[in-house]
T-cell receptor, first 113, second 114 residues
């Protein structure tokens, strides 16, 4: 039973436009969420996080939105750049991050020049 | 340069072989992790070490045996593996044992069991 779901395995976006990656979770005890980015043949790299006391966190071109009532979070990238082409993983944890991370299956983002 | 180095990058072994995966971090982190990523599945946490002590074993079969001789090195000893163990094995580290700390991942070892 997957507790963190990324229902879109892939997404293509034109360069310069907004990329929106979605993630849904089922465990109401999750209160800390992270996004990781992975290039081929490399390990995931941490991108941005958010705790449940906030509904938005922004870092440059990357913004994560959290909707606790819908158990949904999204990562917005604007403007999208070719270097953003990668697989993006959503991860969640409970006890404000003191529990193990549960990952989604990832979404492959392709930025079209 | 990720700061977390895994060797080898690729490994092909038979079911009766014994091999070891190595992970090294020079970030001064105190916590290290082994993850498994199978095709089309999420990353699964296998083991957690905090200050060289194992604090989590996520119901991993005994054919996987971790070893953490010091806070900079982590090994995963493999013995009598099954074809379903073919996967990408990722090592990670974090400054603080609290799992909320962003984890720094190595590039992984792609393991294929014949």
């Amino acid at each position: 039973d997957q507790q963190v779901k990324q229902n879109s395995p892939s997404l293509s976006v034109q360069e310069g436009r907004i990329s929106i990656l979605n993630c849904d979770y089922t465990n109401s005890m999750f209160d800390y969420f992270l996004w990781y980015k992975k290039y081929p043949a490399e390990g995931p790299t941490f991108l941005i996080s958010i705790s449940s006391i906030k509904d938005k966190n922004e870092d440059g071109r990357f913004t994560v939105f959290l909707n606790k009532s819908a158990k949904h979070l999204s990562l917005h990238i604007v403007p999208s750049q070719p270097g953003d082409s990668a697989v993006y993983f959503c991860a969640a944890s409970g006890d404000f991050g003191n529990e193990k991370l549960t990952f989604g299956t990832g979404t492959r983002l392709t930025i079209i020049p | 340069e990720t700061g977390v180095t895994q060797t080898p990058r690729h490994l092909v072994m038979g079911m009766t072989n014994k091999k070891s995966l190595k992970c090294e971090q020079h970030l001064g982190h105190n916590a290290m992790y082994w993850y498994k990523q199978s095709a089309k599945k999420p990353l699964e946490l296998m083991f957690v070490y905090n200050f060289k002590e194992q604090t989590e074993n996520n119901s991993v079969p005994s054919r996987f045996s971790p070893e953490c001789p010091n806070s900079s090195h982590l090994f995963l000893h493999l013995h009598t593996l099954q074809p379903e163990d073919s996967a990408l094995y990722l090592c990670a580290s974090s400054q603080d044992p609290a799992l909320s700390q962003p984890q720094h991942f190595g590039d992984g070892t792609r393991l294929s069991i014949l």
